[in-house]
């Protein structure tokens, strides 16, 4: 941890917004929220694959878990109707927990494993739940203008 | 910072010599604006943004003012004899009911129905780049479909101008309230709002319950004028039996006044039957019509296209999203856990985002750039990598009360970015024109970080220009995606 907080402090005084890369959405599967795990060309140079399947594939489970349909959700269901769904001004409903769920564990990953390599995760619920952002940032010394090495990212299916 | 490739201007000079925008700034950074304040979408705000509506509210007081102006006539007129000859019981279904009726309306109207935000320009720039590189060099408009599969079947996404996005399957954008929202049914004017993803179970609860009561109010309606006019009948009978009791002038006065007051109350009693008569019919037909959208797993939308029908062929065009059981179909749909509400109405405006009109247009871009890149340097990439890692902190800046009234919409975890505003170079003319001055870094929210620096870089800058190009030449088709206005 001690050596993930001085990258990120080399990075504050270095740092400069190059890009942005944009997961797009993967509908194969219906309209459950699910990200394309397709490595886009632009972070090749800048994180391992793997690393970035994994944290892709573990938002998509939560998502899954977030969506799922089962004797949790029926329960929650039927007791919001029975008390004329007044029941959501009190309860924080599982969507939303499973959501701050997500939004630690994308805090973790950028400390942990995105920020020492200059990107940073948007959470998608910030992005409409359409997109996962990740900006990536470069060190002032280094490049200029790099404006978006080759176009396309995390492409679409077609 | 000294090694600041862009700085061009010394930043100490820049960030004093406006001095009426620095007053403004300083009066502006006194109210920080709500995301509310400066939806783009065609919707009305209340109570801070907890509860929204339609611009074109339609008929909703008339929907509300007739269900309680009847069950007023109800509990006035006829309770009060039916709890005489039948049971208590009768008036208190009928609260029960009516209370349903009016929370799942008010439900349906003032929730979120499932609105998309709109695209950020870096988000719309990122698209289109898509779109052109897989093209022709030379240059032509963004296309306006997308095929993806879903669940092994082809389905279109179109691409929507309003919002600069592909449309997620099953959205639709309505044109009444200028928004794209998901699962998309319809707009419904009885009711106020669209009903879409996120208000549909409280619609079909507006609907099958206010089946119940109006049928239910009809019934006892029934039964009232029938018990009524045997009542009358049989005081007729017993005075026209017993004529020795009273002349015939007094009994045939006392009939009439028994008449009257029958009638008195039946005044009231008509109109609550014609109410409920020509009601019976709509509501119980919507009823059972949005039954078997649910039962089928579709939308209204969808079946008024004949998206999924199945005079194609049924093996082609099933309905992807079906769960091929009825029950299924039925519980996801109705009993299904509750999405978020992705526009964050109770956030604030990143102030890093809002440059004023006025002086990006006097301010040269390489000395914007060189002003923004200033900060960038000194302050806020510092701040933006620090409040990443203290992201959490951010919630402490929401107003209480957010996390408990998701169902109305608040997005508990996060800020949508504003994605509307536009940067420098003004990608949009028809987003909202009011822009809050900049604040040199003094508030934040998590996606300024991400934004602000963006709107200065120059490789961004670079991909702006296309789209007011593309604005240019695209040609709409569908009427409700008319959001653009060609440059001349």
């Known amino acids: ?158 | 910072m000294k090694n600041c490739e862009y700085q061009q201007i010394d930043p100490r000079t820049l960030v004093v010599s406006p001095s009426s925008a620095q007053k403004h700034t300083e009066k502006e950074a006194e109210r920080p604006r709500r995301k509310w304040e400066v939806f783009p979408g065609k919707n009305r705000f209340f109570c801070g943004g907890r509860i929204m509506l339609a611009r074109q509210s339609g008929v909703l007081p008339l929907t509300l003012g007739l269900i309680v102006f009847t069950c007023g006539l109800f509990f006035g007129f006829d309770c009060s004899f039916l709890v005489e000859h039948l049971t208590v019981f009768i008036p208190m279904i009928a609260a029960v009911l009516f209370l349903f009726v009016v929370i799942s309306l008010l439900w349906t109207s003032f929730t979120d129905p499932g609105i998309l935000p709109r695209a950020t320009p870096d988000e719309a720039a990122d698209i289109e780049k898509q779109i052109n590189t897989s093209g022709s060099s030379t240059y032509r408009p963004p296309p306006r479909t997308k095929e993806i599969l879903i669940n092994q079947q082809v389905v279109k996404l179109k691409y929507c101008f309003t919002c600069k996005m592909f449309r997620p399957p099953r959205t639709s954008h309505c044109s009444l309230c200028d928004n794209c929202v998901e699962r998309f049914d319809h707009h419904c004017p009885w009711v106020g709002n669209c009903v879409g993803k996120r208000n549909y179970r409280f619609f079909y609860s507006f609907i099958i319950s206010l089946s119940f009561l109006t049928s239910f109010i009809f019934g006892c309606v029934i039964t009232h004028i029938t018990l009524r006019s045997q009542i009358c009948k049989s005081l007729v009978q017993a005075i026209q039996e017993s004529p020795a009791r009273y002349p015939l002038y007094i009994s045939h006065f006392i009939i009439l006044i028994e008449m009257l007051s029958c009638l008195d109350t039946s005044l009231c009693t008509v109109v609550e039957l014609v109410v409920c008569f020509f009601s019976i019919w709509s509501i119980l037909g919507l009823s059972g019509f949005h039954t078997y959208l649910v039962a089928s797993n579709l939308t209204t939308n969808e079946d008024i296209k004949g998206s999924w029908s199945s005079k194609r062929g049924a093996d082609e065009s099933g309905n992807p999203y079906s769960h091929s059981n009825i029950i299924t179909n039925c519980c996801a749909t109705l009993c299904g856990p509750m999405p978020p509400s992705l526009i964050d109405r109770r956030g604030f405006v990143p102030p890093d985002e809002a440059i004023p009109a006025a002086s990006a247009s006097e301010i040269e871009l390489p000395l914007f750039t060189a002003k923004n890149d200033a900060h960038m340097c000194t302050q806020s990439t510092k701040d933006m990598l620090e409040r990443m890692v203290h992201s959490s902190d951010f919630h402490g800046l929401c107003p209480p009360g957010t996390s408990k009234t998701a169902p109305l919409g608040l997005g508990v975890t996060s800020t949508p970015a504003r994605s509307t505003q536009p940067s420098p170079s003004a990608l949009c003319s028809q987003q909202h024109v009011h822009q809050p001055v900049a604040l040199p870094c003094t508030t934040y929210s998590r996606s300024s970080k991400r934004d602000s620096p963006l709107s200065i870089n120059p490789a961004f800058r670079l991909a702006s220009p296309s789209p007011s190009l593309s604005r240019v030449s695209l040609i709409l088709d569908d009427s409700p995606d008319t959001g653009f206005v060609p440059i001349p």
Do not use: W
């Open chain 1, 1 to 158: 941890m001690a050596t993930e907080f001085h990258n990120l402090q080399e990075l504050r005084h270095s740092a400069s917004l190059a890009n942005k890369v944009f997961i797009q959405r993967d509908y194969s599967e219906g309209t459950t929220c699910k990200f394309q795990t397709k490595f886009p060309s632009e972070l090749e140079s800048r994180i391992e694959r793997t690393l970035f399947e994994d944290t892709v594939k573990t938002l998509n489970n939560y998502y899954a878990e977030a969506e799922k349909i089962g004797g949790q959700s029926y329960l929650e269901g039927c007791l919001a109707c029975a008390t004329a769904y007044l029941i959501f001004l009190c309860m924080e409903t599982r969507y939303e927990k499973v959501l701050k769920k997500i939004g630690k564990y994308i805090q973790e990953q950028n400390e942990k494993i995105y920020a020492p390599r200059g990107l940073l995760i948007t959470d998608p619920i910030e992005r409409g739940m359409r997109v996962i952002e990740i900006s990536i940032y470069e060190d002032r010394g280094s490049s200029g203008s790099s404006s978006g090495s080759s176009s396309v990212s995390g492409s679409t299916a077609r």
